[in-house]
């Protein structure tokens, strides 16, 4: 079986279909963002897309796409799944991600893609504990 970085975004996006069950979470925890904060989530974001855009077998997926947009977009939407105070308004990620599945995109795709995120936390010195944290949030 191939790994799986990220099973939930994974699943949500479509290219897997799977059911899994969620641990609760404890309460009053400190939210990744706080510990993080926005310029170093911001940072994460711009390094990722560096190391995305360099790999041939996923740059083809970004052709087309306006990369500042989708950087902005991108940061909002961490932002607001590490615990932010940005509201994320986009589309889901299975509708975002429509137009790259009727392009081929597939599993081995995005384990790439998780594994330039993975690399871009581990390059930015992030502690384990936030890169696990993040991975198992996205």
Request: charged share 25%; glycine share 6%; aromatic share 8%.
């Amino acid at each position: 079986k191939t790994k799986s970085y990220f099973k939930n975004s994974l699943q949500t996006m479509g290219c897997v279909f799977t059911s899994s069950e969620s641990e609760p979470e404890p309460a009053m925890k400190i939210s990744l963002y706080d510990q993080l904060g926005a310029d170093a989530i911001n940072t994460v974001v711009d390094l990722f897309y560096v190391k995305v855009l360099e790999n041939e077998k996923l740059s083809p997926f970004f052709a087309k796409i306006e990369m500042s947009i989708l950087k902005n977009h991108q940061k909002r939407f961490l932002h607001h799944v590490l615990g932010g105070p940005n509201e994320y308004t986009g589309r889901t990620i299975f509708k975002a991600h429509a137009g790259a599945r009727a392009n081929g995109l597939k599993e081995e795709h995005f384990n790439l893609v998780a594994g330039c995120l993975v690399e871009t936390l581990k390059e930015l010195k992030l502690e384990k504990e936030h890169i696990d944290g993040i991975v198992e949030t996205v």
